[in-house]
């Protein structure tokens, strides 16, 4: 049987059209969901979890329907710059949010919802010991203990640039770059660690907090110091459902205030 080499030409445009479908896909959910009186959300991968429980008590309280789609906030921006319709975006930053603001998108300024952290997280079965100086890990690149590092893509996920810009605070970027385990967000990048497909990795606290199955040895709270401060934004938008400004300011109230800190948010 003699196989057929298929055009690179061929494969950039079957690609190309792929990614223009699923883009067609989230627009036009997104329209679908406003049509209905549905108020259509995308929400930072690390509030899976958090802000099922704040929808779920909101709806339980006033019957209004929502709906979430989870991801990075850079694919997000870039959704909402192309199109993608959407009534509340909560971003893991403030700069994806107020870029929006600036380029006209926005109802609004915005206003910081949660502030968030990072751990450093080790997989199960991993022999690496967390610490403050994390300098088993160090030993751990030496004798072969760590070979693969998860962060979420720096460029896409604040918390993955919380990571990076740990290691760099430390002096460690030249050593443990060449190990990174890019997820296109944290959902992924955890997804890595508990898959063992990476020995550790810097992911949101709130995402171990809400685990059952994570030992407290398995996880070093990274100092906010280390980092900038992860600002986590949320606007409404000019075409927004009017009922969205409802759920809004919900997240803001004491009520909502308790679920957050219950998830590790400050």
């Known amino acids: 049987m003699t196989l057929r080499r298929i055009p690179y030409s061929f494969m950039r445009r079957h690609i190309y ?3 223009l479908t699923c883009w067609m896909l989230v627009v036009s959910s997104s329209v679908f969901a406003q049509s209905q009186g549905v108020i259509s959300i995308a929400a930072a991968a690390n509030l899976n979890g958090v ?14 329907n929502l709906k979430v789609v989870y991801g990075s906030s850079g694919h997000f921006f870039q959704q909402i710059t192309q199109g993608a319709k959407y009534d509340i975006f909560l971003s893991a930053n403030e700069e994806f949010v107020d870029k929006l603001s600036a380029q006209g998108f926005a109802a609004q300024a915005g206003v910081v919802y949660a502030r968030g952290r990072i751990v450093l997280l080790t997989s199960q079965k991993s022999k690496i010991r967390t610490s403050a100086d994390l300098s088993d890990l160090k030993n751990a690149i030496s004798d072969g203990r760590l070979i693969k590092f998860a962060i979420a893509n ?7 640039l919380a990571a990076k810009q740990t290691l760099e605070q430390m002096g460690l970027i030249a050593i443990f770059q060449p190990l990174f385990v890019l997820g296109s967000d944290v959902g992924q990048t955890m997804l890595f660690i508990r898959s063992e497909a990476a020995q550790a990795g810097m992911v949101p606290w709130s995402m171990v907090k809400q685990s059952t199955q994570i030992k407290e040895d398995a996880y070093y709270l990274i100092p906010e110091k280390m980092h900038q401060p992860i600002l986590q934004k949320m606007i409404l938008f000019k075409t927004s459902l009017p009922q969205a400004q409802g759920f809004y300011t919900f997240l803001q109230t ?8 219950q998830y590790g948010y400050e």
């Not at 704040?54 to 309280?61: A, V």
């Not at 720096?154 to 993955?160: D, E, K, Q, R, V």
Request: glycine fraction near 6%; aromatic fraction near 10%; proline fraction near 9%.
């Open 17 to 19: 059209l792929s990614l």
């Open 51 to 64: 802000l099922d429980a704040l929808m779920q008590l909101y709806t339980k309280k006033t019957g209004q």
């Open 154 to 160: 720096p460029a896409l996920a604040p918390y993955g």
């Open 254 to 261: 004491p009520e909502a205030r308790v679920i957050w800190q």
